[in-house]
Protein backbone atom coordinates (compact mmCIF):
# COMPACT_ATOMS: atom_id res chain seq x y z
CA UNK A 1 0.00 0.00 0.00
CA UNK A 2 0.97 3.43 -0.55
CA UNK A 3 1.76 5.51 1.68
CA UNK A 4 2.82 9.45 2.50
CA UNK A 5 4.60 10.76 5.38
CA UNK A 6 4.46 14.23 5.93
CA UNK A 7 7.76 16.43 7.37
CA UNK A 8 7.20 17.88 10.71
CA UNK A 9 8.89 21.31 9.31
CA UNK A 10 11.26 23.23 6.91
CA UNK A 11 14.07 20.96 5.63
CA UNK A 12 16.91 22.84 4.07
CA UNK A 13 17.42 22.85 0.00
CA UNK A 14 20.50 21.65 0.18
CA UNK A 15 19.10 18.34 1.23
CA UNK A 16 18.09 17.20 -2.11
CA UNK A 17 14.66 14.86 -2.56
CA UNK A 18 15.00 12.10 -4.67
CA UNK A 19 12.22 13.00 -6.45
CA UNK A 20 9.31 16.19 -7.48
CA UNK A 21 6.25 16.85 -7.93
CA UNK A 22 5.92 19.78 -10.57
CA UNK A 23 2.86 22.28 -10.45
CA UNK A 24 2.05 24.66 -13.24
CA UNK A 25 -0.71 27.04 -11.15
CA UNK A 26 -2.26 24.58 -9.19
CA UNK A 27 -2.45 21.43 -11.72
CA UNK A 28 0.03 18.87 -12.46
CA UNK A 29 2.71 18.47 -14.67
CA UNK A 30 3.58 15.01 -16.02
CA UNK A 31 6.24 13.23 -16.95
CA UNK A 32 6.34 11.64 -20.48
CA UNK A 33 6.10 7.89 -19.24
CA UNK A 34 2.36 9.43 -17.52
CA UNK A 35 3.45 9.78 -13.75
CA UNK A 36 3.24 12.53 -11.59
CA UNK A 37 6.96 12.39 -10.26
CA UNK A 38 9.90 13.40 -11.55
CA UNK A 39 13.64 12.49 -11.24
CA UNK A 40 15.96 15.42 -10.72
CA UNK A 41 16.32 17.27 -14.48
CA UNK A 42 18.78 19.90 -15.35
CA UNK A 43 15.87 22.76 -15.73
CA UNK A 44 15.03 22.42 -12.46
CA UNK A 45 18.26 23.95 -11.57
CA UNK A 46 17.64 27.23 -9.61
CA UNK A 47 14.18 26.18 -9.37
CA UNK A 48 12.54 26.90 -5.84
CA UNK A 49 11.96 23.14 -4.57
CA UNK A 50 10.27 22.80 -0.94
CA UNK A 51 11.20 19.08 0.52
CA UNK A 52 7.61 18.08 1.86
CA UNK A 53 8.38 14.69 2.84
CA UNK A 54 8.33 11.16 1.87
CA UNK A 55 6.27 9.31 -0.33
CA UNK A 56 6.71 5.49 -0.38
CA UNK A 57 10.62 5.00 -0.64
CA UNK A 58 10.87 8.61 -1.97
CA UNK A 59 11.57 11.61 -0.19
CA UNK A 60 10.01 14.01 -2.23
CA UNK A 61 9.61 17.85 -2.88
CA UNK A 62 7.34 20.08 -4.88
CA UNK A 63 8.07 22.82 -7.80
CA UNK A 64 5.40 25.23 -8.75
CA UNK A 65 5.55 28.11 -11.25
CA UNK A 66 2.72 30.01 -12.88
CA UNK A 67 3.76 29.08 -16.22
CA UNK A 68 6.67 26.55 -18.32
CA UNK A 69 9.52 28.78 -18.69
CA UNK A 70 9.34 28.58 -22.69
CA UNK A 71 11.56 32.15 -23.07
CA UNK A 72 14.39 29.98 -21.50
CA UNK A 73 14.19 26.60 -23.09
CA UNK A 74 17.41 25.50 -20.74
CA UNK A 75 14.99 25.59 -17.43
CA UNK A 76 11.97 24.44 -19.52
CA UNK A 77 10.92 21.25 -19.54
CA UNK A 78 10.52 19.53 -23.21
CA UNK A 79 8.53 16.43 -22.20
CA UNK A 80 5.10 15.67 -20.27
CA UNK A 81 1.75 17.51 -19.78
CA UNK A 82 -0.47 19.50 -17.73
CA UNK A 83 -3.16 17.81 -15.76
CA UNK A 84 -6.44 19.48 -14.23
CA UNK A 85 -5.64 18.20 -10.19
CA UNK A 86 -8.89 17.79 -9.45
CA UNK A 87 -9.29 15.21 -12.20
CA UNK A 88 -6.42 13.77 -11.63
CA UNK A 89 -7.28 13.25 -7.96
CA UNK A 90 -10.15 11.53 -8.48
CA UNK A 91 -7.86 8.42 -9.93
CA UNK A 92 -5.38 8.67 -7.12
CA UNK A 93 -5.16 6.80 -4.30
CA UNK A 94 -4.88 8.56 -0.71
CA UNK A 95 -1.20 8.43 -0.52
CA UNK A 96 -1.18 10.85 -3.95
CA UNK A 97 -3.87 12.78 -2.16
CA UNK A 98 -2.42 13.56 0.88
CA UNK A 99 0.60 14.41 -0.39
CA UNK A 100 -1.25 16.64 -3.30
CA UNK A 101 -2.70 18.31 -0.68
CA UNK A 102 0.40 19.08 1.42
CA UNK A 103 2.64 19.89 -0.83
CA UNK A 104 0.04 22.88 -2.23
CA UNK A 105 -1.01 23.97 1.50
CA UNK A 106 2.49 24.68 2.27
CA UNK A 107 3.81 26.07 -0.56
CA UNK A 108 0.57 28.56 -0.22
CA UNK A 109 1.26 29.14 3.25
CA UNK A 110 4.51 30.34 2.25
CA UNK A 111 3.34 32.90 -0.63
CA UNK A 112 0.47 34.30 1.78
CA UNK A 113 2.87 35.07 4.96
CA UNK A 114 5.91 36.80 3.01
CA UNK A 115 5.61 39.28 5.34
CA UNK A 116 4.40 39.81 8.91
CA UNK A 117 0.76 40.89 9.12
CA UNK A 118 1.39 43.12 12.89
CA UNK A 119 4.82 44.78 11.73
CA UNK A 120 4.79 44.39 7.88
CA UNK A 121 8.57 42.93 7.73
CA UNK A 122 9.89 39.85 5.79
CA UNK A 123 9.28 36.68 7.71
CA UNK A 124 10.97 33.62 6.50
CA UNK A 125 10.73 29.70 7.30
CA UNK A 126 10.27 28.45 11.11
CA UNK A 127 12.77 26.04 12.62
CA UNK A 128 10.99 22.67 13.31
CA UNK A 129 7.45 23.27 12.36
CA UNK A 130 5.88 24.68 9.09
CA UNK A 131 5.28 28.10 10.59
CA UNK A 132 6.24 31.12 8.44
CA UNK A 133 8.77 33.63 11.18
CA UNK A 134 8.89 37.51 11.33
CA UNK A 135 12.41 38.44 11.03
CA UNK A 136 12.14 41.54 13.06
CA UNK A 137 8.83 40.72 15.55
CA UNK A 138 8.91 36.67 15.55
CA UNK A 139 5.50 36.22 15.21
CA UNK A 140 4.58 32.93 14.08
CA UNK A 141 2.38 32.17 11.01
CA UNK A 142 1.19 28.76 10.73
CA UNK A 143 -0.26 27.37 7.48
CA UNK A 144 -3.91 28.46 7.75
CA UNK A 145 -6.94 25.69 8.02
CA UNK A 146 -10.40 26.79 7.11
CA UNK A 147 -12.63 23.80 9.28
CA UNK A 148 -16.18 23.36 7.39
CA UNK A 149 -18.81 20.63 7.98
CA UNK A 150 -20.37 18.35 5.41
CA UNK A 151 -23.29 16.87 5.45
CA UNK A 152 -25.81 14.08 4.18
CA UNK A 153 -29.38 14.64 5.04
CA UNK A 154 -31.38 10.81 5.57
CA UNK A 155 -35.19 10.52 5.51
CA UNK A 156 -36.29 6.27 5.58
CA UNK A 157 -34.64 5.27 2.15
CA UNK A 158 -34.01 8.61 0.89
CA UNK A 159 -31.05 10.94 0.48
CA UNK A 160 -31.11 14.53 0.00
CA UNK A 161 -28.53 16.16 -2.31
CA UNK A 162 -28.00 19.19 -4.06
CA UNK A 163 -26.69 21.17 -6.78
CA UNK A 164 -24.47 23.84 -6.52
CA UNK A 165 -24.56 27.27 -8.53
CA UNK A 166 -20.82 27.40 -9.06
CA UNK A 167 -21.12 23.26 -10.68
CA UNK A 168 -23.98 24.64 -12.94
CA UNK A 169 -21.98 24.92 -15.92
CA UNK A 170 -19.29 22.28 -15.79
CA UNK A 171 -21.32 19.00 -14.87
CA UNK A 172 -24.44 17.74 -13.81
CA UNK A 173 -22.99 16.26 -10.87
CA UNK A 174 -25.67 16.35 -7.34
CA UNK A 175 -23.54 16.56 -4.07
CA UNK A 176 -24.24 17.66 -0.03
CA UNK A 177 -24.81 20.33 1.67
CA UNK A 178 -21.44 22.06 3.06
CA UNK A 179 -20.07 24.72 4.73
CA UNK A 180 -17.75 26.88 6.94
CA UNK A 181 -18.00 26.49 10.91
CA UNK A 182 -18.21 30.34 12.65
CA UNK A 183 -16.27 31.95 15.33
CA UNK A 184 -17.54 30.41 18.22
CA UNK A 185 -19.58 27.57 16.85
CA UNK A 186 -18.98 23.57 17.38
CA UNK A 187 -19.17 21.70 14.17
CA UNK A 188 -22.79 19.59 15.25
CA UNK A 189 -24.29 23.45 15.43
CA UNK A 190 -22.96 24.55 12.02
CA UNK A 191 -24.21 21.44 10.67
CA UNK A 192 -27.93 22.22 11.60
CA UNK A 193 -27.65 26.34 10.90
CA UNK A 194 -26.19 25.28 7.36
CA UNK A 195 -29.23 23.11 6.41
CA UNK A 196 -31.76 25.11 8.21
CA UNK A 197 -30.06 27.70 6.11
CA UNK A 198 -29.46 26.38 2.90
CA UNK A 199 -32.64 24.02 2.53
CA UNK A 200 -34.91 25.26 5.04
CA UNK A 201 -34.95 21.69 7.18
CA UNK A 202 -34.79 20.89 10.58
CA UNK A 203 -32.89 17.30 11.59
CA UNK A 204 -32.98 15.45 14.25
CA UNK A 205 -29.37 13.48 15.50
CA UNK A 206 -26.29 14.17 14.17
CA UNK A 207 -23.75 11.77 13.98
CA UNK A 208 -19.71 12.10 12.67
CA UNK A 209 -18.47 9.94 10.39
CA UNK A 210 -15.03 11.08 9.12
CA UNK A 211 -12.78 13.77 8.01
CA UNK A 212 -10.54 15.21 4.74
CA UNK A 213 -8.15 17.69 3.82
CA UNK A 214 -9.85 19.57 0.76
CA UNK A 215 -6.24 21.46 -0.31
CA UNK A 216 -9.00 23.93 -2.32
CA UNK A 217 -7.08 26.33 -0.56
CA UNK A 218 -7.41 25.17 2.27
CA UNK A 219 -10.08 23.44 4.38
CA UNK A 220 -10.59 20.92 6.70
CA UNK A 221 -14.08 18.76 5.90
CA UNK A 222 -15.95 17.60 8.96
CA UNK A 223 -18.02 14.85 7.35
CA UNK A 224 -21.56 14.04 9.09
CA UNK A 225 -24.98 12.11 8.78
CA UNK A 226 -28.16 13.80 9.86
CA UNK A 227 -31.74 12.20 10.34
CA UNK A 228 -34.14 14.36 9.01
CA UNK A 229 -36.67 15.79 11.08
CA UNK A 230 -39.16 18.47 9.75
CA UNK A 231 -39.67 21.18 7.43
CA UNK A 232 -40.48 21.28 3.13
CA UNK A 233 -37.13 22.23 1.13
CA UNK A 234 -36.93 25.53 0.74
CA UNK A 235 -33.79 26.42 -1.12
CA UNK A 236 -31.27 29.21 -0.52
CA UNK A 237 -31.03 30.48 -4.10
CA UNK A 238 -27.95 32.17 -3.81
CA UNK A 239 -26.21 28.59 -3.21
CA UNK A 240 -27.95 26.14 -4.49
CA UNK A 241 -29.91 25.57 -7.99
CA UNK A 242 -31.99 22.43 -6.57
CA UNK A 243 -32.08 20.06 -3.91
CA UNK A 244 -34.04 16.67 -4.08
CA UNK A 245 -34.47 13.59 -2.26
CA UNK A 246 -33.27 10.25 -4.26
CA UNK A 247 -33.82 7.08 -3.38
CA UNK A 248 -31.14 5.01 -2.60
CA UNK A 249 -31.37 2.79 -5.52
CA UNK A 250 -32.20 5.69 -7.55
CA UNK A 251 -28.37 7.97 -7.13
CA UNK A 252 -28.03 10.76 -9.64
CA UNK A 253 -24.82 11.53 -11.17
CA UNK A 254 -22.24 11.60 -8.02
CA UNK A 255 -18.94 13.40 -6.87
CA UNK A 256 -15.63 11.39 -7.49
CA UNK A 257 -15.01 8.34 -4.97
CA UNK A 258 -11.93 9.90 -3.69
CA UNK A 259 -14.05 13.31 -2.21
CA UNK A 260 -15.70 13.37 1.30
CA UNK A 261 -18.98 13.65 -0.01
CA UNK A 262 -19.49 10.55 -1.97
CA UNK A 263 -17.66 9.06 1.08
CA UNK A 264 -21.00 9.65 2.56
CA UNK A 265 -22.90 8.79 0.44
CA UNK A 266 -21.77 5.60 0.17
CA UNK A 267 -21.17 4.92 3.83
Known sequence: MHQYQPAGGWISQDDLADRFLILIGDDI??????????????????????RTGNLDQYSVSVIKTDTVLEESPEKSPKEGSVVNARHYMATQPESMVAFYSH?????????????????GHPCRPGEGDWAMVCSV??????????????????????????KHRRHLRNTTMHTVIAGFIEPGETAEAAVIREI?????????????????SWPFPHALMLGYHAEYKSGDICLEEEELVSAQWFRRDALPDLP????????????
Open 137 to 162: CEMSYYPRISPCIIVLIHKGNEVLLV
Open 196 to 212: REEVGLEVGEVKYQLSQ
Open 29 to 50: LMNSEGGFLWEKRPWMDGQDAV
Open 103 to 119: AVQILRSRRDHRFCGRC
Open 256 to 267: PEFTISRKLIDL
